[in-house]
């Protein structure tokens, strides 16, 4: 049986980049973890590298939380309730989703995006979410104690596009109206939901974003534990407060005005 000074976290696309360093600081800091995604030898290894971060931040003589890594598709609605599943069997609640997995698409003109990147981008980034808040949902209504947090990366693509990036602005978009429609429907249940826009990141997801700019060269990129930081902070907010909106950027990034 679980106690509330247990927490419990998902974290979705934990394999790599923010995703990963996120898992590894939610356990380096004591939450017990399950790390989701596509790639089950990637997760595995981000969990060597999260009780790594345990036994150097708390030492080793402190209780080493729990690691779980299951393979999930967040395309697929089966994959993301055996996800939800597996997480209740094992922990028996769940107080904090961070709703990361997303793919860049193509950076192409409009008319040249084919409808098949267009489908691959709204199903993961859009769909994808949507259903693991759904599951997330379900499991926080409906446990004691009730309530729990879910956050969102949305990307300052949420706020302004790059160019030539349609189909991951328009949902990135999209999330934060994910978040703002969560908020308000669950609060009576005890349930926050944030949302943090990330700018220029050295991660996977962002090795594409170089092109956006015209001197991409002159912004430097964030480490992916700043933003790790970031969710963090959000994540260890008494269930009370909930940070709606956070943006993470480079103090140089031409993001603000016309740059």
């Known amino acids: 049986m ?25 356990f380096a800091n004591g939450w017990h973890v399950v790390f989701a995604g596509r790639r089950l030898e990637r997760l595995e290894q981000a969990i060597v590298a ?13 209780p080493l939380p729990r690691a779980l890594a299951v393979q999930t598709d967040v395309t697929s609605e089966e994959s993301v309730r055996n996800l ?10 769940l107080d904090l989703l961070f709703n990361n997995a997303g793919i860049s698409g193509q950076e192409v003109p409009v008319e040249d995006l084919s409808i098949e990147v267009w489908r691959s981008v709204i199903d993961t980034n859009l769909t994808g979410m949507f259903l693991c808040i759904q599951e997330a949902v379900r499991l926080m209504k409906h446990q004691t104690p009730r309530g729990g947090r879910i956050i ?43 949302q943090i826009d990330v700018g220029r990141i050295d991660s996977e997801i962002g090795a594409g974003a170089s092109s956006a700019t015209a001197n991409p060269s002159s912004i430097p990129k964030l480490d992916t534990q700043l933003a790790a930081q970031a969710v963090l902070q959000m994540a260890n907010l008494p269930i009370e407060a909930n940070m709606l909106f956070t943006t993470l950027l480079p103090t140089k990034m031409p993001f603000v005005g016309r740059g």
């Open 50 to 62: 999260a009780t790594e971060a345990h036994l150097d931040q708390a030492g080793e003589t402190a």
């Open 152 to 194: 969102n990366n949305g990307s300052i693509s949420a706020q302004v596009p790059r160019r030539n990036s349609i189909a991951y602005t328009a949902t990135k978009h999209a999330v934060t109206g994910l978040t703002k429609s969560i908020a308000l429907d669950c609060r009576d249940f005890d349930i926050a939901c944030g």
């Open 84 to 93: 939800f599943a597996r997480t209740h069997s094992s922990f028996g609640r």
């Open 2 to 26: 679980n106690t509330r000074a247990e927490k419990i976290a998902i974290v979705t696309g934990a394999s790599s980049g923010i995703g990963k360093a996120t898992a590894v600081a939610l």
